[in-house]
């Protein structure tokens, strides 16, 4: 049996390296100021071995700046992107993969422009460029997928 590529397929497969990109892009330095630099997991997930960071997003955000305040959307965006990352290559003909993916877009688009502190990132326009492109090829994967027969 001849397997074919479809529109889906393709969406799918484009979803999958937008979010390879976006995996990627969580472990790499962010934030930079002089000798510092962190990327968003290691400041997310190690804060104490980052206080260099804390020190410069408190002195840009106020004293008042937590951790706890912008680690929803990082995590948030990494397990959806992992999620995501698994649907998209192993469940394609599944109406979830592209709708799961398409929530993860949503959610790093709004994470990015809600988040202060990650505005301050030097890849923040990357990392929001990516979330809008994963959002618009997942509505493409959808509307594809609703119309093929």
């Not at 590529?5 to 930079?32: M, Y």
């Not at 840009?60 to 992992?82: E, I, N, Q, R």
């Not at 599944?94 to 990650?118: E, K, N």
């Amino acid at each position: 049996m001849k397997k074919s590529i479809t529109r889906v397929n393709i969406g799918c497969f484009a979803c999958a390296l937008v979010l390879v990109l976006l995996l990627i892009t969580q472990f790499v330095p962010f934030w930079q100021d002089g000798e510092m630099s962190a990327s968003i997991s290691s400041y997310v997930w190690f804060p104490e071995d980052n206080k260099a960071v804390t020190t410069y997003l408190k002195n840009y955000l106020g004293s008042d700046f937590t951790v706890g305040k912008m680690v929803a959307g990082p995590v948030v965006l990494l397990v959806g992107s992992a999620v995501s990352l698994f649907m998209c290559l192993f469940m394609q003909k599944q109406w979830i993969a592209p709708i799961i993916t398409a929530v993860t877009g949503l959610a790093g688009t709004i994470g990015y422009l809600a988040t202060p502190a990650l505005q301050l990132g030097s890849l923040w326009g990357l990392h929001l460029g990516l979330s809008i492109l994963l959002l618009g090829l997942a509505a493409v994967t959808i509307w594809w997928k609703a119309n093929t027969k």
